[in-house]
């Protein structure tokens, strides 16, 4: 069974910087894409960031280029978003999520983490 958990959420001014961190279980990723998403209160989830396992490919939101980073360590099965320059706009709950490469709906998600951005 596939389980994706979160950490690294947490409070911080804005300006400053957090890293999350996905950890994924229960099968092999290699053809797999990886991803964060995030919502905030009163709106609807939205895509954040992706990478696939394989050749590391990486896509972002418009909102987020620039100021977060996606990157995954194979050898722990760990995939990590650098939220550098935060804004109190970033503040929502983040989650990652996991998709094979042949389909396009993400189908595992983790419970998510919260980040909160202070102004």
């Known amino acids: 069974q596939v389980q994706l958990v979160e950490s690294g959420g947490g409070l911080v001014q804005a300006g400053g910087s957090l890293r999350l961190s996905c950890a994924a279980s229960g099968r092999t990723f290699s053809s797999y894409a990886m991803g964060w998403f995030r919502q905030a209160p009163g709106k609807e989830r939205e895509f954040v960031a992706a990478i696939t396992w394989s050749g590391g490919s990486t896509r972002y939101a418009d909102s987020v280029k620039g100021r977060f980073t996606i990157s995954g360590d194979n050898a722990k099965n760990t995939v990590y978003l650098q939220m550098n320059s935060l804004k109190p706009e970033d503040t929502a709950v983040y989650y990652c999520?996991?998709?094979?490469?042949?389909?396009?709906?993400?189908?595992?998600w983790g419970q998510g983490t919260q980040v909160t951005v202070s102004s």
């Open positions: 999520a996991a998709r094979s490469t042949v389909v396009v709906r993400y189908n595992y």
